[in-house]
Nanobody, 126 residues
Framework: QVQLVESGGGLVQTGDSLRLSCAASGVTWSRFAMAWFRQAPGKEREFVASNSQRHGTTYYADSVKGRFTISRDNTKNTMILQMNSLKPEDTAVYYC???????????????????WGQGTQVTVSS
């Protein structure tokens, strides 16, 4: 049974940094693509970043490129999202997602992921 548990959210000020973690269990870690999505109040859930060791790819949304970094700690089956230079528009619930069967063209799409965490709130004050 796949379980994803996010942690690390919180309330910060503009320009601050936060580090989100997603601990995965029940997965074949090297074969699973992992991603972060976020949903702001009143908005659709949107792609933030993804990493697939199987495909050898890492993608970022344009809105976070250069500020956020996705990485994986393979010793702990944990995915990290390092968020720097945070802005009020980064305020959202951040979700971890995973898939062991995703194809390359789906790596930035919600529909490509079949396992989701419960989400962690990130609030950036101005």
């Amino acid at each position: 049974q796949v379980q994803l548990v996010e942690s690390g959210g919180g309330l910060v000020q503009t320009g601050d940094s936060l580090r989100l973690s997603c601990a995965a269990s029940g997965v074949t870690w090297s074969r699973f693509a992992m991603a972060w999505f976020r949903q702001a109040p009143g908005k659709e859930r949107e792609f933030v970043a993804s990493n697939s060791q199987r495909h050898g790819t890492t993608y970022y949304a344009d809105s976070v490129k250069g500020r956020f970094t996705i990485s994986r700690d393979n010793t702990k089956n944990t995915m990290i999202l390092q968020m720097n230079s945070l802005k009020p528009e980064d305020t959202a619930v951040y979700y971890c997602a995973a898939s062991g069967t995703i194809i390359l063209s789906q790596l930035t799409l919600q529909s490509g992921y079949n396992y989701w965490g419960q989400g962690t709130q990130v609030t950036v004050s101005s």
